[in-house]
């Protein structure tokens, strides 16, 4: 059985997904080594170890007093950005339907994996930042920011993604065979 009082930014659950999310953002810092089919392959299997890891995070209780700046940077996020588009390029950009509640209704919009990949890698490199400076306080309000925007941002981005790198997946197959 775990200890109950186990400090939450060591715990195991919290230090696999400091692995699986440092991971993650070296694949993307990384891209331009790889080809479109390598890459999409390898983020089909790590964007749902990602999102069954965040699930396993231990809920915090902090009053957000040291909540960490942000340390991805706007070239950083493009860089990652532009090396995605450049492997995915037509493959990038899809149309999605999106329920808008207060309307009641269906509306479709563009969304692109390159933003969404980046998007994701946004927050999970601020978080990894914060792990590799070792400031608890710190660490504990970075660890509680992560799970929240996870609610209300990234963990449907994730989604969207992972549903697209799923048709790209199977459509850059169907390519090669032809």
């Known amino acids: 059985m775990a200890n109950q009082t186990e400090n939450p930014i060591y715990a195991h659950d919290t230090l696999e997904f400091v692995t699986v999310a440092a991971e993650y953002c070296a694949l993307l810092e990384k891209c331009e080594e790889r080809t479109a089919e390598e890459l999409v392959g390898t983020l089909l299997k790590l964007l749902p170890l990602l999102y069954m890891k965040v699930q396993l995070l231990p809920e915090v209780d902090t009053d957000g007093a040291f909540v960490p700046s942000d340390q991805v940077t706007e070239d950083d996020y493009n860089y990652v950005r532009e090396g995605v588009w450049r492997l995915l390029r037509?493959?990038?950009?899809?149309?999605?339907?999106?329920w808008d509640e207060d309307m009641q209704t269906e509306e479709s919009r563009w969304c692109s994996v390159s933003e969404g990949l980046a998007d994701i890698y946004q927050a999970l490199r601020n978080f990894v930042a914060v792990y590799q400076q070792r400031v608890e306080p710190c660490m504990l309000d970075a660890?509680?920011?992560?799970?929240?925007?996870f609610e209300l941002y990234?963990?449907?981005?994730?989604?969207d993604t992972l549903r697209q790198l799923h048709r790209i997946r199977y459509a850059l197959t169907i390519e090669k065979d032809i």
Request: hydrophobic content about 40%.
């Open 90 to 98: 037509e493959h990038d950009e899809y149309e999605m339907l999106v």
């Open 143 to 149: 660890l509680w920011q992560l799970r929240e925007n």
């Open 154 to 159: 990234w963990g449907q981005t994730l989604l």
